[in-house]
């Protein structure tokens, strides 16, 4: 999932073309978003190319007529025709060549800025977060981390499908209500840093509750993910132990083997047969690790 732990979190609908254009270029976007815009237009290849054909027949046509006039012996004429026509094939060829870097860096930023304007709403950067925002929305991004690397979802053990599909949803909610949050925050602070009056505290007082219920809102959220990925954890730990334990089984022949041929202390062997019990106790953890997983996924829906 391409939003993990990114400094742009970005809306699911918007197509992905466009979103990793967004997730790449956090810089030009937190410039769009401090009010830069670009001043220049997108340059025009074919036009220039015109300009400079037009240019090129002018001089010649110019030449033509000025040896016309240099055969009739009109030579003041001559000399200003000749004059002109050489100046203007000087001027393109003269015509500096675009700096290609500098264009392509141009363009780039122009097309951040129309996807920008074009998604606005639709995304949102790490620097529209106030501090406890980036917290909670850090501990969001790594729950959501830790469940889409598990084996465990790899292996389909989980509802892949269904993970891949809500937790950037998840993701994105998270990300544009503290957003929102972060904002009424720092205007709320504004306000109240000036100074108020006791009736301008009995309404700021309110708002600062509400502020806090929202805080919570969203502190429910992610403690939501953070079990989810706990119960995914878990299975992890079991899927890993089942599968060494596999391992270690299939070999059981070979040091049963080894223990006969250099007559070692038969003891051993019982102890070496737990090693099918402790698998199936470990298959029965998974299950439970597993069926714990899809609980709490349904709660995280809710």
């Known amino acids: 999932m391409p939003g993990r732990q990114a400094k742009v979190i970005v809306d699911p609908a918007v197509p992905d073309e466009v979103a990793a254009l967004l997730r790449d270029n956090r810089k030009v976007l937190a410039r769009i978003h401090a009010g830069w815009a670009p001043a220049y237009k997108r340059p025009r290849p074919l036009a220039g190319t015109l300009a400079r054909l037009a240019a090129t027949a002018t001089a010649a046509a110019a030449t033509v007529y000025g040896l016309a006039l240099f055969v009739a012996e009109r030579y003041p004429p001559f000399v200003v025709i000749m004059t002109g026509a050489a100046l203007l094939i000087v001027s393109v060829l003269l015509r500096p060549a675009p700096d290609a870097e500098a ?31 980036r917290s909670l929305m850090s501990r969001a991004q790594a729950a959501i981390e830790q469940v889409m690397d598990s084996g465990v979802n790899a292996e389909g053990l989980l509802d892949d499908v269904r993970n891949a599909v809500m937790l950037p949803a998840q993701e994105w909610e998270i990300a544009r209500l503290l957003a929102k949050l972060s904002q009424l925050r720092a205007e709320h602070q504004e306000v109240v840093s000036e100074g108020v009056t006791p009736e301008v505290a009995a309404v700021a007082e309110p708002l600062a509750h509400a502020l806090d219920g929202s805080q919570r809102a969203v502190l429910a959220r992610v403690e939501a993910l953070e079990r989810y990925a706990g119960h995914v954890a878990d299975a992890e730990r079991a899927y890993r132990a089942r599968h060494q334990i596999e ?14 041929e250099t007559g070692a202390d038969g003891a051993a062997v019982p102890e070496l ?30």
């Open 103 to 133: 264009e392509r860096r141009r363009a780039l930023e122009q097309d951040v800025y129309d996807a920008a304007r074009r998604h606005d709403g639709h995304y949102v950067l790490r620097e529209e977060l106030d501090e406890p925002a």
């Open 247 to 260: 391992r270690l089984s299939a070999k059981l022949p070979r040091y049963e083997e080894l223990l006969a």
């Open 273 to 302: 047969s737990r090693l099918a019990d402790d698998a199936d106790r470990l298959e029965q953890a998974l299950r439970d690790s597993v069926s714990s997983a899809h609980e709490a996924f349904r709660h995280l829906k809710g």
